[in-house]
């Protein structure tokens, strides 16, 4: 659906849209930066919305709490590339499936073009109890 979309809205647009790479995600989300998080070595705590529970309630990920946790867009620092909400909030698709990794250096790396499902990025983030 998430390509079908890209496909659409270009066509209407007139311009190329495309889900992103990993490598693509990864270095936008990054910013430049050799570390984990775009902030460093570990998550902010901006970042994480609610460390027991999912923005949807879940007897089984909210540890028997329900309340609903409310995903407000752009309200957390952005990252050096002046992109929001790339640590937490959503996950987002990527164009690769998901695959193990190829040992050394590499630039640009497409990842699998097959696969049985796709890689996410960004996504929700807790601490572990």
């Known amino acids: 659906d998430a390509k079908a979309f890209c496909e659409w809205l270009s066509e209407k647009e ?3 849209y495309r889900l992103p790479t990993e490598a693509e995600w990864e270095y936008a989300c990054r910013a430049g930066t050799n570390t984990p ?3 460093g070595g570990a998550i902010l705590d901006e970042f994480i ?4 529970n999912s923005w949807y309630p879940c007897p089984i990920r909210g540890r028997g709490r329900e309340e609903v946790v409310p995903l407000h867009v752009g309200k957390t620092t952005p990252n050096p590339l002046g992109l929001y ?3 937490g909030n959503t996950e987002e698709w990527c164009e ?6 190829v040992d050394g250096h590499q ?4 990842g699998r073009v097959d696969g049985e499902f796709k890689v996410a990025r960004g996504g929700s983030h807790g601490t572990v109890a």
């Open 14 to 16: 007139g311009l190329p």
């Open 37 to 39: 998080f775009s902030t």
């Open 49 to 52: 919305k609610n460390p027991d």
């Open 85 to 87: 909400d790339m640590h």
């Open 96 to 101: 690769d499936w998901y695959g193990p990794y």
């Open 107 to 110: 630039t640009d790396p497409l």
